[in-house]
């Protein structure tokens, strides 16, 4: 794994990144017309569907998706609709069940946030609240929001990478300033939702129990996985924008980075809510990071009666806007072949296909192009989601 390139302020403020990102990315304002909307499109999205020059030697193989269970081809939108039930199914099952047997697109009751602190910079209100996750289970996350709205704006899911400070990241509180994506966008005129992952104890003194929290996870819930209750963790959070009175629920997106990247790409497939979303550097393929991992999705992927890959993911979030980024460490070059193989799925949906990898090459980073990138797929289809 290639080492992160740390960027220091000196740079970022060179780059035109360290201090405002309005000066050149689009605001989340009034959703377009469709006429406007089908003109809005990033300007590098030809970019970001060009295959790679070479594959690297360790690139996967994967099946076609436009194969029915009998093995006919499949050539339509209505018959892919029908495959895609089944797929999205096998999944759910895969995972486990989740509490109350939710499924995502069930329902849910409203969740009441206790705000436990409250400051303002920069534009945003940013209050860190507690909230009960899972019945007589509760957790924390950061909600920022800009201090003037004057529509519902867009809201953003924002999962944190693996670190010990964990919302205190994307609510721009600690790390490195390209990782503060909630503050970001809330700075761009969205309201953002960052959780804590369930790794982590809900405590102030915040320290790393992967193996820990799992056991009394799979304890709670037998038969589950981990990344069941990630996903379940990521329902609740856009079932608590959903309930904002400020978050339009038509423009409703996710973004991760490592870790985060994990439960988007999971939420982007699973809840159609989601109207765009970004996963950073989360290893798209199971072979390309510790997805056996028991806190993910265990060791049973590593055998071979496991044929299922992750391209089924990428297809079942189509149509909705889904950007990779890698940067040759948990993604890059070797996972063309999941996007390739998810391509013509989207394609079914019409064109232009709003779906692709940026490669920015720098290893497990979010270097300032990649930050620009993320904000402007963000900024740009959640604007006209709504249309």
């Known amino acids: 794994m290639r080492k992160a390139h740390r960027w220091t302020r000196r740079q970022w403020l060179s780059a035109g990144l360290g201090v ?34 070479m594959l690297p030697a360790d690139a996967p193989k994967v099946s076609s998706l436009l194969l029915d269970m009998a093995g006919q081809p499949i050539t339509t939108r209505e018959r892919w609709e029908q495959r895609r039930v089944e797929l999205r199914r096998w999944w759910l099952d895969f ?5 109350g047997k939710r499924n995502p697109s069930d329902a849910a009751p409203p969740t009441k946030l206790q705000v ?68 970001h966008f809330a700075q761009q005129g969205c309201v953002c939702f960052c959780p804590r992952n369930f790794l982590w104890p809900a405590t102030r003194v915040e320290r790393l129990d992967a193996a820990g929290e799992t056991a009394k996870w799979l304890a709670r819930v037998p038969g589950s ?5 990630m996903l379940y963790d990521a329902l609740v959070a856009i079932d608590i924008l959903a309930a904002l009175p400020e ?19 999971y939420l982007a497939a699973l809840d ?23 806190w993910y999705l265990g060791p049973t992927i590593r055998d071979q009666a496991f044929t299922h890959e992750h391209h089924e993911l990428l297809a079942l979030a189509a149509p909705r806007p889904l950007l990779i980024v890698g940067g040759e460490s948990a993604d890059g070059d070797r996972g063309w072949p999941l996007i390739e193989a998810a391509f013509p ?13 940026y490669n920015h090459r720098q290893g497990h980073a979010v270097p300032p192009q990649a930050l620009a990138r993320i904000h402007e797929w963000l900024l740009t289809y959640l604007r006209w989601a709504a249309a």
């Open 95 to 99: 995972l486990g069940p989740l509490p």
């Open 345 to 357: 799925v989207w394609e079914l949906y019409g064109r232009p296909v709003r779906f692709g990898q």
């Open 20 to 53: 405002s990102l309005g000066a050149f990315l689009p605001k989340c304002g009034r959703p377009q017309s469709p006429a406007v909307a089908a003109a809005a499109d990033v300007p590098w999205l030809n970019e970001i569907q060009t295959p790679p020059a």
């Open 272 to 294: 159609e809510r989601v109207a765009a979303s970004v996963s950073s550097e989360g290893g798209v393929g199971t072979r390309f990071s510790n997805w056996d991992a028991p």
């Open 116 to 183: 436990l602190e409250e400051d303002r910079e920069a534009g945003v209100i940013r209050q860190l609240v507690s909230y009960e996750v899972e019945p007589g289970a509760t957790t924390e996350a950061y909600l920022l929001r800009p201090l003037e709205l004057k529509e519902r704006a867009p809201g953003v899911a924002v999962f944190h990478s693996t670190v010990n400070h964990t919302i205190r990241q994307p609510a721009g509180l600690e790390g490195p300033p390209e990782k503060h994506f909630g503050l």
């Open 225 to 229: 996985k981990g990344m069941a209750k």
């Open 247 to 265: 978050v339009d629920v038509r423009r409703l997106g996710a973004v991760g980075h490592s870790l985060g990247a994990k439960e988007v790409l």
